[in-house]
């Protein structure tokens, strides 16, 4: 049976596949999580409830203090992000085989959950400015089928929301944002969870802020929070009524619980994320041939990821070799996004064909470097002496 790569294993040796000491090896994040006496006194309740799911008191309770957060008018909880973006896509009810303008440079997640609609992603190229979605490329795009746009907020990169929306609107397009690695982030001072129909958000393990798995849908449209209550809960309207066709994607009790957990102690996480991207910046910025996105105007900032673009002509190194060299000393960047969605091996060829050029550039010089909230400067050092002096980076 071939091996299922599950994340605990480094992929690099050869097949064989060697156990991660979490102590030793630096990993591209970390989860961050509360002390576990704070997280025992969370879920102590539930021995007393035995309240485990569908809707319960943490539940509710994060939803209220999620929309304070990020300063939205509705807020839906959700199992994953992934689903958050699948069900908020259902809830537009588009006609099957629809059109979706949508970028390629992201994790697979995006298109899957076009795709398993039953709607079709139509690929636009991104900028190299920032990465996002090209909106001087929609318009180009559009066909009487088109039905929406879904852009990314990639690595937490804000779209060109005017822009997008005045597309929209002259189309009569909705606007489904896809917001899984913006969390917390302010636009032009207001959260940036309300652009768009719906923005969606992911809580996964991997991200900024986690509840173990989680999701969140945010929208203005009061309706939409039945109609993605029902997408999530089978349609189940009372006891004996069932009125929508829905899946199963409630977040349950227990991850509610790490995240209200987590939300008190965010600002911090995010003020140590920053502390450890200026450091990255201070050393990495100037360097020929490593381009590091400028910090966005008008955005406030929660430092989801560092990504670095090495051009090897300049640089004397490809991405590639860069990380295999930070392999060697135990590092673990990722090539966060590559190959791009519409060249996976699942869409048989079907999008391959499509130009996407600077997405390809992209997606083939681009790294993501390790970044979470205790990740020493000294680390953050280390890791960029070994990017800059290769073999003879310390050990
Ligand atoms: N849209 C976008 C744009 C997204 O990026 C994502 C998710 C989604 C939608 C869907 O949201 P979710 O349904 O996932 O909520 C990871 C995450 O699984 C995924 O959530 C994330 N994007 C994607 C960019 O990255 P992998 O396959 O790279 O994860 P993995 O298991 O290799 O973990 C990466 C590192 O994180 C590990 O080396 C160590 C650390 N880690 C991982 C786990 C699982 C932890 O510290 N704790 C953990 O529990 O996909």
Redesign the pocket.
């Known amino acids: 049976m071939d091996k299922v ?4 294993f480094v992929p690099s040796d050869g097949g064989g596949g060697m156990e ?1 000491n979490m102590e030793e090896k630096i ?5 961050s999580m509360p002390s576990m006496e704070e997280y025992i006194d969370m879920i102590r309740p539930l021995w007393d409830s035995h309240w485990l799911t569908n809707m319960g008191e943490l539940h509710k309770s994060l939803e209220v203090k999620l929309k304070e957060y990020l300063q939205v008018q509705g807020l839906s909880l959700f199992v ?6 699948e069900l908020a896509i259902a809830a537009m009810h588009f006609p099957p085989g629809s059109e979706v303008i949508t970028t390629p440079f ?2 697979i ?2 298109t899957h ?1 076009i795709v398993r609609n039953g709607l079709q992603p139509v690929f636009c190229d991104i900028k190299t400015s920032d990465y996002t979605i090209d909106e001087d490329k929609i318009e180009e795009l559009i066909t009487d089928k088109t039905v929406a746009i879904v852009p ?1 907020h ?1 690595y937490g990169q804000i779209c060109n929301i005017e822009q997008i929306k005045l597309i929209a609107e002259k189309y009569n397009l909705k606007v489904i944002y ?1 917001a ?2 913006a969390f917390g982030e302010i636009y032009k001072g207001e959260g940036v969870g309300n652009f768009g129909q719906v923005s ?1 958000f ?6 900024v802020y ?1 509840t ?4 969140a849908v945010c929208f203005s449209n009061p309706d939409l929070y039945t109609t993605l209550y029902n997408l999530k809960n089978f349609g189940i309207r009372s006891e004996e009524v069932v009125a929508e066709v829905g899946a199963n994607a409630k977040m349950n009790e227990f991850a509610a619980a790490m995240g209200l957990c987590n939300l008190k102690h965010i600002e911090q996480e995010i003020a140590k994320r920053k502390k450890v991207v200026e450091k990255y910046r201070e050393i990495l910025g100037t360097v020929p041939g490593l381009r590091i996105l400028p910090e966005q105007t008008d955005v406030t900032s929660n430092y989801a990821y560092f990504p670095i673009l090495i051009d090897e002509t300049r640089f004397g190194r490809t991405r590639n070799e860069v990380y295999d060299l930070l392999k060697t000393y135990d590092i ?1 960047s ?1 090539k ?2 590559y190959p791009l969605t519409s060249d996976q091996a699942c869409f048989r060829n079907r999008y391959r064909g499509l130009p996407l050029q600077n997405a390809r550039y992209i997606s083939a010089r681009v790294l993501v470097l390790p970044l ?1 909230a205790d990740l020493s400067l000294d680390d953050v050092e280390r890791i960029c002496r070994i990017i800059l002096e290769g073999e003879s980076g310390c050990r």
Not at 80 to 85: D, E, K, T
Not at 212 to 215: A, K, L, N, T
């Open positions: 790569y599950t994340g605990c991660i990993l591209v994040t970390r989860s994953n992000g992934h689903m958050a973006l992201t994790f997640s995006t959950a990314v990639v896809d899984s690695h969606t992911s809580f996964h393990a991997t991200k986690n173990i798995e989680g999701g673990y990722r966060y996004f979470y």
